[in-house]
T-cell receptor
Framework: NAGVMQNPRHLVRRRGQEARLRCSPM?????VYWYRQLPEEGLKFMVY????????ESGMPKERFSAEFPKEGPSILRIQQVVRGDSAAYFC???????????FGPGTRLTVT | TQLLEQSPQFLSIQEGENLTVYCNSS?????LQWYRQEPGEGPVLLVT?????EVKKLKRLTFQFGDARKDSSLHITAAQPGDTGLYLC????????????????FGQGTILTVHP
């Protein structure tokens, strides 16, 4: 059973460009969470999605950030007009139910130059 | 705000020594999870503790959930260089309305280095 997959593993963008981060959850997992790990900071919750629905986006910046989990295909975290402060590791986690442990992907390391 | 505080922040020990990492909060958690993260990788789930007073063992690792479900500890016996890594505790947090959805808050982590 494949684990959570994220791609790309590394992404370099210039200021003002768009970044698209992809996450395929573990088979059988319908709950997807995105977290951000800034340098020298801990992991912070961003958004929680189920298929075709954003359930909780309380941790996501109001502007430039969006997320989706379509009926078919991976979950996508989209950052428009990136700024240097967006440089971080972005992790996706999936779970079979909200009360269970979460399984993390290897992360996407975004660098904004 | 449900915060988790871990101590110590850094731990450097010799192979064969024992160690304990603590995770404390002023809030009650329905469960706590422990993860281990290596550089350049995502956190790997080690254990979930659910019941107050619960003790779980994973080879040389022993996890305990406090009776009041406000704290947890991770004890490693006879540490090995392969145990080196960042250890994180995490627990589900609730929105203002009381719903959780399983979103996690993390402690700042304990960086463990085990020297051969």
């Amino acid at each position: 059973n494949a684990g959570v997959m994220q791609n790309p593993r590394h992404l370099v963008r210039r200021r003002g460009q768009e970044a698209r981060l992809r996450c395929s959850p573990m088979k059988g997992h319908s709950h997807v969470y995105w977290y951000r790990q800034l340098p020298e900071e801990g992991l912070k919750f961003m958004v929680y999605l189920q298929k075709e629905n954003i359930i909780d986006e309380s941790g996501m910046p109001k502007e430039r950030f969006s997320a989706e989990f379509p009926k078919e295909g991976p979950s996508i975290l989209r950052i428009q007009q990136v700024v240097r402060g967006d440089s971080a590791a972005y992790f996706c986690a999936s779970s079979p139910r909200t009360s269970a442990g979460q399984y993390f992907g290897p992360g996407t390391r975004l660098t904004v130059t | 705000t449900q915060l988790l505080e871990q101590s110590p922040q850094f731990l450097s020990i010799q192979e064969g020594e024992n160690l304990t990492v603590y995770c404390n909060s002023s809030s009650v958690f329905s469960s706590l999870q422990w993860y281990r993260q290596e550089p350049g990788e995502g956190p790997v789930l080690l254990v979930t503790v659910v019941t107050g007073g619960e003790v779980k063992k994973l080879k040389r690792l022993t996890f305990q959930f406090g009776d009041a479900r406000k704290d947890s500890s991770l004890h490693i016996t006879a540490a090995q260089p392969g145990d080196t890594g960042l250890y994180l505790c995490a627990g589900p947090i609730r929105n203002a309305g009381g719903t959780s959805y399983g979103k996690l808050t993390f402690g700042q982590g304990t960086i463990l280095t085990v020297h051969p």
